[in-house]
C-alpha cells in the first residue's frame, strides 16, 4: 500500500508541476508512467547519491499539441525534450536518459524530421 500511495503523492506533483510551470494540464495529452533503475540514489539527476542500485518511477508526459516530452523521475522534474527515434525507443523499452545523456534525444533523426 505504501507504494502506491507514494506513486499517487509522485503522480499529483507532477500534474501540478505541468500545470504550475509549463501551463499544462494533465488531461492535454498521454501520461507514460514505468519502473526504472538507476546505479546510484541519484536516479538519472547525476549528482551525488549513494551507490545503492535504485529504483524510482520515471512519468513521461507528452501534450497532445507538442512535439516535446516531460520527463520526471520519482516525481521531480528531469528535463523538456524533442521526441525523436531514440527517444520512442527508449520510452518502448522503459528506460529513458538521464539528464546528462538527454542530448542524445536533440538529434534529429536522419532522413526525416522528426525531431526539433
Request: some cysteine.
Amino acid at each position: 500500500m505504501a507504494d502506491l500511495l507514494k506513486v499517487a503523492k509522485e503522480l499529483i506533483g507532477v500534474a501540478a508541476d505541468l500545470r504550475d510551470r509549463f501551463g499544462i494540464y494533465y488531461a492535454e495529452g498521454e501520461l507514460y508512467d514505468f519502473d526504472q533503475t538507476w546505479g546510484s540514489t541519484a536516479l538519472g539527476f547525476g549528482c551525488i547519491g549513494g551507490q545503492a542500485i535504485t529504483k524510482a518511477r520515471t512519468y513521461v508526459f507528452i501534450p497532445y499539441e507538442e512535439e516535446h516530452a516531460y520527463v520526471y523521475f520519482g516525481g521531480i522534474f528531469a528535463y523538456k525534450t524533442p521526441i525523436n527515434h531514440k527517444f520512442r525507443e527508449d520510452l518502448r523499452k522503459h528506460n529513458m536518459a538521464s539528464v546528462v545523456g538527454s542530448g542524445v534525444y536533440k538529434k534529429k533523426d536522419e532522413g526525416n524530421n522528426d525531431a526539433g
